[in-house]
């Protein structure tokens, strides 16, 4: 395990998340007219969203998971992760840390302030931890929240299999089930050191879902037919879905000639800004891409997510997280 990837994964999602950000429910028109011709080229005031919220609690959910196994001698890593997402709904549903574990809700990550923030949560995110997952729902929110799934020690299979099940405690399309489980078997490729177009073939047979697949081989064509454009990123579609995001995300990445331009080429469309930046900044970082250091300094959370960063790999090399910060689910 190479402690940069996992440490470049997360705080390359969080900064195509806060790239993202100001103009995710913007057109590309109302981009260009805002920022200048070349759309949204900088980070604003670094402020992250839902993605990378939930990001870090699948993160948390699986050192938990681990410890658990470990602790036990068995686990259960779907049931870890749910408990996480649950905590993040905490800082939805309250101003502040709430008071009271009856449910196992405890932990440092809980205890963050700065994650308190409600910036535009996706409604099926929210209702699914509820209860009320909806058959149809395939947004993107399953996949925004799925790469730190290909972090760990264990088999593109393994990663694919757990991001799908997680994926259903709030989306219940199978569309969504294999985005989910595409990105993180990607990213479980790309942190053995192949190349983003290896990955993804690599991942193609693990999907079983045809408009996962199509999107997939789409994005990968599209990066090989010239120069990379706006308009062939809003060709993907407009990512509020979760195939769509996942194809532009990978096209951007692809496409990109360095982490700078990839992230703002998956910034500047009519869509999901924040999502498909996320996703993209995630792929790059996790493929060992060198990130402005720039971005890093003004990123909302960075020592938030570079302990957490930290902690998973200690856990997954050495059986070290420090047991006070995760305790319980």
């Not at 949204?40 to 402020?47: E, F, N, P, R, W």
């Amino acid at each position: 395990m190479k402690p940069e990837r996992v440490r470049g994964c997360l705080i390359g999602g969080a900064i195509g998340d806060a790239l993202g950000a100001p103009v995710e429910f913007d057109s590309l028109a109302r981009i260009r007219a805002t920022y200048g011709p070349g759309g949204i080229a900088d980070l604003t005031d670094g402020l992250v969203t839902d993605d990378t919220q939930m990001t870090l609690f699948t993160v948390e959910g699986l050192i938990r998971g681990s410890v658990r196994t470990r602790e036990r001698g068995h686990g259960d890593v779907p049931s870890t992760v749910r408990h996480a997402y649950l905590r993040w709904l905490d800082t939805q549903d309250h101003p502040g840390p709430p008071s009271g574990d009856a449910l196992h809700r405890t932990g440092w990550l809980r205890e963050q302030t700065w994650l308190y923030a409600r910036r535009a949560p996706g409604n099926a995110c929210l209702s699914g931890l509820r209860g009320h997952v909806a058959a149809d729902s395939k947004g993107c929110g399953t996949v925004m929240r799925s790469a730190p799934f290909g972090l760990g020690p264990w088999p593109a299979g393994q990663a694919y299999e757990w991001a799908a099940e997680c994926s259903q405690f709030t989306h219940g399309h199978p569309t969504a089930t294999a985005s989910a489980g595409a990105l993180a078997a990607i990213v479980c490729h790309l942190v053995d050191d192949t190349t983003l177009e290896n990955a993804v073939a690599a991942t193609l047979p693990l999907v079983d879902d045809p408009a996962t697949a199509d999107a997939l081989r789409a994005a990968v064509d599209l990066a090989h037919a010239g120069p990379p454009s706006a308009d062939k990123v809003e060709s993907l579609g407009e990512a509020w879905v979760a195939e769509e995001a996942l194809a532009i995300g990978v096209y951007c990445a692809i496409a990109g000639r360095s982490f700078t331009e990839a992230l703002v080429l998956a910034a500047n469309h009519s869509g999901d800004s924040d999502s498909t930046a996320a996703i993209c900044g995630n792929l790059l970082g996790a493929e060992g891409v060198r990130i402005p250091p720039a971005w890093i300094d003004r990123v909302e959370g960075r020592d938030t997510i570079e302990r957490l960063a930290d902690d998973f790999v200690n856990e997954m090399t050495r059986g070290g997280a420090p047991r006070d910060r995760y305790p319980g689910h």
